[in-house]
């Protein structure tokens, strides 16, 4: 079968390779999944250039240690190379190791978290049970590919964490990115209001009613200016950045009393620089978000009911991403190239049928 390989770091897609391995075989406890489609994500990008392994050496835990792992107890290592990319995607259920129940599995359409060093940019994907959900009928294969990473991310960060709800503000950089427009529509939803940012003009592909209730465009108006007016003088109750830098310097300086900001990416720059005060005299915080890291810490009854409530979610159809364009695995450099596309209309995703 065909599968995508990290070979080595790098800023480009170099390090990118397809090449040829055996069909593998469920174990015991596990299924396997003939993928149908999968999803480019920035994490994925950030295994090629290597920004994953350089940001968690810098944690404490691994001070001095010669592998780097992402959590205290050092119970998921990152990935050596060679490596297959691929945190989500949608396939079919087509075999079941023992202790499986066929019955419930196979023939089975489900979205499928995964991720290096077996992510999902290959033809077949091993997994557990746990890793799968069943997909909507009424959701698309592209969609299907979609409903599992960046929706639990929006919905984690907006009410489990931040816990927006009726009449709050939230201010969100990278206004027309997947997770930005997610959260959006859960505050339709839950009735918090959204203020999108966005660097050019609103996006001209018939999806502008998805972004936030208010958009402000960063290079052509004035951000904390423009968030006085829309919120009356008193500033967004919280914050998500995934951008970092400048933007994230103004972002803090627009929090009102209490206020709170997620850091959940770093696409303009992996610093900023903080003023104390504008957190000492607002009483205001900033935290980080890892969605991997989230859930670990989370008990199984939480899991369990913030999973619920994304399939309920889910099935309303809140959760629809626009999609600007797949690719065949014979094209993955392309597709990773257009993934990195500044302004993008939607997601570029992985299509195994073609």
């Given at each position: 079968?065909?599968?995508?390989?990290?070979?080595?770091?790098?800023?480009?897609?170099?390090?990118?390779?397809?090449?040829?391995?055996?069909?593998?075989?469920?174990?015991?406890?596990?299924?396997?999944?003939?993928?149908?489609?999968?999803?480019?994500?920035?994490?994925?990008?950030?295994?090629?250039?290597?920004?994953?392994?350089?940001?968690?050496?810098?944690?404490?835990?691994?001070?001095?240690?010669?592998?780097?792992?992402?959590?205290?107890?050092?119970?998921?290592?990152?990935?050596?190379?060679?490596?297959?990319?691929?945190?989500?995607?949608?396939?079919?259920?087509?075999?079941?190791?023992?202790?499986?129940?066929?019955?419930?599995?196979?023939?089975?359409?489900?979205?499928?978290?995964?991720?290096?060093?077996?992510?999902?940019?290959?033809?077949?994907?091993?997994?557990?049970?746990?890793?799968?959900?069943?997909?909507?009928?009424?959701?698309?294969?592209?969609?299907?590919?979609?409903?599992?990473?960046?929706?639990?991310?929006?919905?984690?960060?907006?009410?489990?964490?931040?816990?927006?709800?009726?009449?709050?503000?939230?201010?969100?950089?990278?206004?027309?990115?997947?997770?930005?427009?997610?959260?959006?529509?859960?505050?339709?939803?839950?009735?918090?209001?959204?203020?999108?940012?966005?660097?050019?003009?609103?996006?001209?592909?018939?999806?502008?009613?998805?972004?936030?209730?208010?958009?402000?465009?960063?290079?052509?108006?004035?951000?904390?200016?423009?968030?006085?007016?829309?919120?009356?003088?008193?500033?967004?109750?919280?914050?998500?950045?995934?951008?970092?830098?400048?933007?994230?310097?103004?972002?803090?300086?627009?929090?009102?009393?209490?206020?709170?900001?997620?850091?959940?990416?770093?696409?303009?720059?992996?610093?900023?620089?903080?003023?104390?005060?504008?957190?000492?005299?607002?009483?205001?915080?900033?935290?980080?978000?890892?969605?991997?890291?989230?859930?670990?810490?989370?008990?199984?009854?939480k899991l369990g009911g913030v999973i619920a409530e994304l399939?309920?979610?889910?099935?309303?159809?809140?959760?629809?991403?626009?999609?600007?364009?797949?690719?065949?695995?014979?094209?993955?450099?392309?597709?990773?190239?257009?993934?990195?596309?500044?302004?993008?209309?939607?997601?570029?995703?992985?299509?195994?049928?073609?």
């Open positions: 079968m065909k599968a995508v390989q990290i070979g080595h770091v790098s800023d480009d897609s170099s390090g990118i390779e397809l090449v040829e391995i055996p069909v593998p075989e469920p174990g015991p406890g596990q299924v396997r999944v003939r993928m149908l489609k999968a999803a480019i994500h920035p994490s994925d990008l950030n295994y090629m250039s290597g920004e994953y392994r350089r940001a968690i050496e810098r944690l404490i835990w691994n001070y001095g240690e010669s592998q780097a792992a992402f959590d205290p107890a050092r119970t998921k290592m990152h990935p050596e190379l060679p490596c297959i990319p691929g945190g989500e995607g949608v396939g079919v259920v087509d075999a079941c190791g023992d202790g499986v129940d066929p019955k419930q599995w196979m023939g089975q359409r489900v979205g499928l978290t995964a991720g290096p060093p077996v992510g999902t940019w290959q033809e077949y994907v091993i997994a557990a049970p746990q890793q799968l959900s069943p997909v909507p009928k009424a959701l698309s294969d592209e969609q299907g590919a979609l409903m599992m990473l960046n929706p639990l991310t929006a919905l984690v960060m907006s009410r489990h964490v931040l816990h927006a709800g009726e009449g709050h503000w939230l201010l969100m950089s990278a206004g027309a990115s997947a997770v930005s427009r997610l959260v959006a529509a859960l505050g339709r939803h839950y009735g918090f209001r959204t203020i999108s940012l966005v660097r050019t003009e609103a996006p001209s592909d018939g999806n502008q009613d998805l972004l936030g209730d208010v958009v402000v465009n960063t290079s052509q108006q004035d951000l904390r200016e423009s968030v006085k007016r829309v919120t009356d003088g008193r500033g967004v109750d919280f914050a998500l950045d995934c951008v970092g830098g400048e933007l994230a310097e103004q972002m803090v300086a627009c929090l009102t009393e209490g206020g709170k900001m997620l850091l959940y990416g770093t696409l303009g720059g992996a610093s900023m620089e903080l003023y104390s005060r504008d957190l000492m005299m607002t009483n205001a915080t900033i935290g980080g978000f890892y969605l991997p890291g989230w859930l670990a810490m989370q008990s199984l009854d399939g309920e979610l889910s099935a309303t159809g809140i959760f629809t991403v626009p999609i600007e364009a797949l690719y065949p695995m014979s094209q993955v450099v392309e597709a990773v190239s257009a993934s990195r596309k500044v302004g993008r209309s939607g997601k570029i995703l992985l299509d195994f049928s073609t």
